[in-house]
Nanobody, 123 residues
């Protein structure tokens, strides 16, 4: 049974950086990060496929966040730079055993989710 474990959340000042990790067991084709702020639905952040060829970002994080994966370690990462207060949220790693193509931002396509890790950005 596939499961995922996230780590790396915490607090940062505006302009700072944090790195999230998502370690999964089993065969994974697609990784994604979603986040949920205090009054928001799960918002898509970034996604990557198994070969690190297809990578997507939401407009709100493009140019600041970088998603990557280490296939040998079955781990994906989210490097978050130039953090803003509006990045404050619980960040979730979601994975699928299938390549999702154009459905990369559709949360219903990811059957396996981590427990979430809090990211807080404040002065």
């Amino acid at each position: 049974q596939v499961h995922v474990v996230e780590s790396g959340g915490g607090s940062a000042q505006p302009g700072g950086s944090l790195r999230l990790s998502c370690e999964a067991s089993g065969h994974i084709e697609s990784y994604a990060w979603f986040r949920q702020g205090p009054r928001a639905e799960h918002e898509f952040v970034a996604a990557i496929d198994s070969r690190s060829i297809t990578i997507y970002y939401s407009d709100s994080v493009k140019g600041r966040f970088t998603i990557s994966r280490d296939k040998a370690k079955n781990t994906a990462y989210l490097q978050m730079n130039s953090l803003k207060p509006e990045d404050t949220a619980v960040y979730y790693c979601a994975v699928s055993e299938y390549y999702l193509g154009s459905y990369y931002s559709n949360r219903e396509r990811y059957p396996i989710w981590g427990q979430g890790t809090q990211v807080t950005v404040s002065p």
